[in-house]
């Protein structure tokens, strides 16, 4: 079937029943977020023979909780959308983002194969044609559904398709445990839920276990002033990845590099992450005073140190009916109760218990800069097509929270994984936010998403180039 393009069709998907697992793949990956059913779609399309192994009975890890969109530059989407873009911007403005840290060898690849990842899914009927600015971007990069619902529950549903389509067979509730080299493969040691264990060969292993926002050991290894912060991520984002790597040999680089993301709404038990999209879209950020103080789309680090600057160390998303029609995810927000609103900009206030006149006026300054394109006070540049002036007026209520690992396993441009000398640990490979260095000290919004298409691809395709040697 080498070289066949699967396309989907309407379905649901199962898992493999565990008796259909067999003794030896071409590819074992392990995880199945963005990144690993993106390369086990890859590697099936090169003719080879892969399997998905799931530790959680939910399929999608982070990848299923990712919202504002999917970063590309030269896109077709971004000209027919009059957006004239190029890959030395991007570059440029993902190295900035991330403190000049970011590993140059992976953001050139990456700079340059969002595009393509962007033409690859949609010759698989998954279309991102509406377009959203994060942080930290000067243009419109961010590619989302024209629904504009969040990106990463589409991805995944549409990833599963052609996984389904293709009959690539995918088992949750196993967890792979350890890896072993040997000279004929990778000994993949796995239990399976009840407790069972077994053992299978991988003829090349691709480790896309996800980041450890929810491993509170790692957490405090590396950044233990950070343990008390809740966190966005799923209960499975505990860095078991790093572990059976380095039980291999591989080197584990910028573990300290953990994102915080600003906009988190925390009052209820869980913390439920406000998209990017929503300050891209045109909102505005206010403390308890009901004043502006920072340009809400610098970077993440940026706006998470303006925030936890604030003596009450939290902040407001203000926004209107217009903001609220172009952001499919607030409806989401809002049925789970996190949105309050009022009719207008002063009875908002009231709601808030903020300054009034403060609140007001912050709006009437805003829209004034909207118009003027022009913001004096804090220099934003984007995000700023309409004014906030159509009630109702809403907020929500947020402070950071941990978010996103920009640290793990060392990998070149390749997905190859590299020892404590630099030298590739042949047959294994790792992607996704599993692996460390593209992103420097501060991931850009949207960049995770392009990281798992480009890089999951490139995995499948450099285990093909491993095996056929
Ligand atoms: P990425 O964005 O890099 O694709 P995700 O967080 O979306 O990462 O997905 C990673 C997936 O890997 C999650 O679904 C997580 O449950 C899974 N996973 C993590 N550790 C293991 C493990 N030991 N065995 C199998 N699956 C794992």
Request: aromatic letters at 8%; glycine letters at 10%.
């Amino acid at each position: 079937m080498r070289g066949a393009k699967i396309m989907p069709e309407k379905f649901v998907f199962t898992s493999n029943p565990i008796e259909q697992l067999e003794k030896e793949y071409d590819v074992v990956i392990i995880g199945s977020g963005s990144t690993g059913l993106t390369c086990a779609i890859q590697a099936y399309e090169l003719g080879l023979k892969p399997v998905i192994l799931e530790k959680m009975d939910k399929i999608g890890g982070n990848t299923n909780r990712a919202s504002s969109g999917m970063n590309a530059a030269e896109t077709e989407v971004q000209l027919a959308n009059g957006v004239v873009d190029s890959f030395a911007d991007f570059y440029k403005e993902t190295y900035q983002g991330g403190g000049k840290l970011n590993n140059q060898e992976m953001l050139e690849y990456f700079a340059t194969h969002t595009a393509l990842a962007i033409e690859w899914l949609s010759s698989h009927e998954i279309e991102l044609t509406d377009l959203t600015v994060t942080g930290g971007m000067s243009k419109k990069r961010a590619h989302r559904p024209a629904s504009t619902a969040p990106v990463g529950a589409y991805l995944i549903k549409g990833l599963l398709r052609i996984i389904q389509k293709a009959s690539i067979p995918l088992f949750t509730q196993v967890k792979v445990e350890h890896l072993k080299k040997q000279p004929s493969g990778t000994q993949v040691a796995i239990s399976i839920d009840e407790g069972v264990q077994k053992t299978i060969v991988g003829r090349s292993i691709v480790i896309a276990t996800g980041g450890f926002g929810a491993g509170s050991e790692w957490i405090k290894k590396y950044r233990p002033e950070l343990l008390n912060y809740k966190t966005t991520n799923h209960s499975g984002a505990t860095g078991d990845g790093l572990l059976m790597a380095q039980e291999i040999g591989a080197e584990l680089i910028q573990m300290e590099m953990i994102q915080i993301h600003p906009t988190v709404q925390q009052d209820t038990p869980h913390a439920y992450l406000i998209g990017e999209t929503v300050r891209g879209e045109g909102a505005i950020l206010v403390s308890n005073e009901g004043k502006r103080f920072v340009d809400e789309l610098n970077t993440r680090k940026v706006v998470s140190r303006a925030i936890t600057s604030l003596p009450e160390k939290s902040a407001y998303l203000i926004f209107d009916e217009k903001v609220r029609s172009r952001v499919k995810a607030i409806e989401f927000y809002n049925h789970i109760g996190l949105v309050e609103s009022a009719a207008t900009v002063a009875e908002l206030a009231e709601v808030l218990k903020i300054d009034k006149q403060n609140l007001t006026s912050t709006l009437a300054g805003w829209n004034k800069a909207v118009t003027t394109k022009s913001d004096t006070e804090f220099g934003r540049k984007t995000g700023m097509n309409n004014k906030l002036d159509a009630g109702p007026f809403y907020a929500i209520h947020v402070a950071p929270a941990v978010h996103y690992t920009m640290g793990g396993i060392h990998v070149d441009e390749r997905t190859r994984v590299l020892d404590g000398n630099g030298y590739v640990i042949p047959g294994i490979f790792a992607a996704g936010e599993v692996a460390g260095g593209l992103h420097g000290n501060n991931r850009i919004g949207g960049n995770s998403i392009a990281e798992t298409v480009v890089f999951g691809r490139q995995a499948a395709q450099q285990a093909f180039v491993y095996l056929k040697k």
